[in-house]
């Protein structure tokens, strides 16, 4: 199983995740590139801010629901196709 689809498959047990903690728990070199891949599968990653116990403050990666703006959007741009029709 690839680094990728470990992180994967953790996001969607509910975990969210810094880019730091990606890298630690992953051993993925660039956190980013592994999110944008994701995104670009149509696996739904948000990215929200947050402050740590420490007062950085980072961002933080979690799996959630398409909002139905976002699927009118894609509907919009790519009519049928964006949902295999």
């Known amino acids: 199983m690839s680094k990728q689809t470990k992180l994967l498959n953790s996001l969607y047990t509910g975990k969210e995740y810094t880019a730091k903690q990606i890298s630690g728990s992953f ?27 420490d007062g950085t403050v980072t961002t933080k990666y979690r799996i959630g629901r398409p909002t ?3 699927i009118a959007v894609a509907n919009r741009v790519l009519g049928a196709q964006a949902f295999g029709g």
């Open 27 to 53: 051993g993925i070199a660039h956190p980013a590139s592994a999110i944008r891949n994701l995104r670009e599968q149509g696996h739904c990653v948000y990215s929200n801010k947050t402050t740590l116990s």
């Open 68 to 70: 139905k703006a976002m």
